[in-house]
């Protein structure tokens, strides 16, 4: 097990990532952030909280369940199977700049089933792609507006990102 | 919000009644009903679950909840549904179930809603072919689904069934509604009793997990719960009750005996109502009426079911391809 990221590093990377979204999305737009569940929720949250302290305004925040939109769904990857929950945004993603969240980007696979879920939800103004941990390995041609630590690890091991919400501890590390 | 449910590999490719299932398994279709809640309300009302699957309606008794509720659930999800009526089928040139199934299984069905007269005819198909069987209604054996919209629907105005008192009332002999309600509802930790006159108790009701009541006005002022069943005249040999207004006299739930109940007694009906017979309309049209919250939620139960099967399904497909 190999550490990568500790808690310090992570609150940095987010307070740049949420500079960056401020730097580049025109003052007159609105913005949403939406997180993939489970650990894109929690980043989401923290995203969304670094945004409206900065912009000064309530930022809207909700959870996206992408289960549905799976492409092996009928084709079952491993043992463990899918688990339906639900999906909570209580706000119109119409006309708004969507600030989607995820943990780790690397097959681009989720990315596109997140995409696929939001549309069904309404048609944002543009949706971009912020994640804490951008993995090399991507099978879809899908990459990240928004990246906060780019890393190169070889296909097998597993990059496992760690919150305090749900894991006690912030870290992120590979093994 | 419920906090995470616990984690279950979901095995069964049928659902042919409560009876089998554990509480587990009950708890964890409502969880994942949940997450299939919000298709209904977006503004794409449809997820790619089942894309490319093929859903027969195999119904052999007249339906209107049930039938259209599943149609929906299978549109929603993606699904291609075929509908499938005995009086214009082959069935009255004279073919078998099972010959009709298996015809429609070699056109390359995935899943049979099956309702049928007779009991165990869905676990029967079940054994005699692939495709995944939901039982619909069978007889006076069970009616899966609608237990689980039932306890579903209670779930969520109460929170939980543990340690509800919950009352089912009427024509108990000839309802398979009551007695999936019965498996689902004391599997979850509630207390169940039949109430209605001894000629509509079915045969041997004190060995089931209830209580049995012949007075209505007792049980009402105790309950959380009191679901309310049709009278069935269609499945009735004989004379049970004297008349239908003596019937409804002692077991009409009506404005006047509501107000002996709890002020926050959920009062629910399977559907389909007989108006001023078992139910009074204000009472089935009143603030503790969840009746169309019922229908509402068979859906999203509905689809949970439709979901899992064929992911229970998909993953036999898958090991026995590895053996």
Redesign the interface.
Known sequence: MKVILDSQQIKQILTDLAAAIVKNTPQDLKLAVIGIRSRGEIIANRLAQALSDKLDTQIPCGTL?I???RDD????QG??????????IDFNIDDKIIILVDDVLYTGRSTRAAL?AL????RPKAIKLAVLIDRAGREFPIQADYAGFKTDVEPGKLVQVNLIESDEKDEVFIE | MRKKSKKLNWTHKHLLGLRDLTAEEITYILDTAEGFEQISTRSVKKAPVLRGKVIVMLFFEDSTRTRNSFVLAASRLSADVLEFTKKTSSVSKGETLLDTAKNLEAMGIDMIVIRHGAGGVPEFLSRNINACVINAGDGYCEHPTQGLLDVYTIRKNKGSLKGLKIAIVGDIAHSRVARSDMWAMTKLGAEVTFVGPPTLMPAKVNELPVNISYSLDEVIGKVDVINMLRIQFERMGGNPFPSVREYSHYFGLTVDRMKNAKSDILVMHPGPINRGLEIESQVADGKNSVILDQVKNGLAVRMAVLFLLNQAAMQQKKINKKL
Do not use: F, H, M
């Open positions: 369940d289960t549905l939109y769904l009928n084709d079952p043992d463990a199977q899918p688990q339906v929950r639900s999906t909570e696929d549309i069904d939800l309404g």
